[in-house]
């Protein structure tokens, strides 16, 4: 009478065992995947940081500190000249040419010899 049950019962063991040994390996799995999102989250943040260091880097204002730190003397615009940078405006009339005076003067240009667009128009009158 045992030996008629014996193969039933091997059988049973037989997928106990792998149903245990499949939990187990879905349980590794979760902790895998836990751990590789850890590791995404850590990524990310360390990566927004270093996006901030560079943009901190690449401000204008360091830049010029560095260089003249360095001793080089940065060009400056000669004064009372105008720069004139001629554009063609689109529209009805294409390709007329019109001056466009980007800047004049020392006293208009920005921090970093950049210089603000100014229109003149007819009349002499200054357009910013």
């Known amino acids: 009478m045992i030996s008629k049950f014996l193969p039933l019962v091997g059988i049973t063991v037989i997928m106990t065992l792998f149903i245990v040994w499949e ?5 590794k799995c979760g902790y ?7 590791k ?3 990524l990310q943040e360390k990566n927004r940081r270093l996006e901030c260091q560079v943009s901190a880097l690449k401000k204008p204002e360091r830049v010029v ?24 405006q689109p529209g009805p ?9 980007v800047a004049s003067a020392r006293a208009e ?8 667009e100014v229109k003149k128009q007819k009349g002499g009158k200054v357009k910013r």
Do not use: F, W
């Open 109 to 116: 240009l920005g921090p970093l010899g950049r210089g603000k």
């Open 40 to 42: 995404i989250t850590d």
């Open 93 to 101: 009339q294409r390709g007329r040419t019109t001056n466009t005076i």
């Open 32 to 38: 895998k995947v836990a751990e590789l999102q850890k």
């Open 23 to 27: 939990q187990v390996q879905t349980t």
């Open 65 to 88: 500190n560095a260089i003249q730190s360095m001793g080089i003397d940065l060009a400056q615009p000669l004064e009372n000249k105008d720069m004139i940078a001629k554009t063609k």
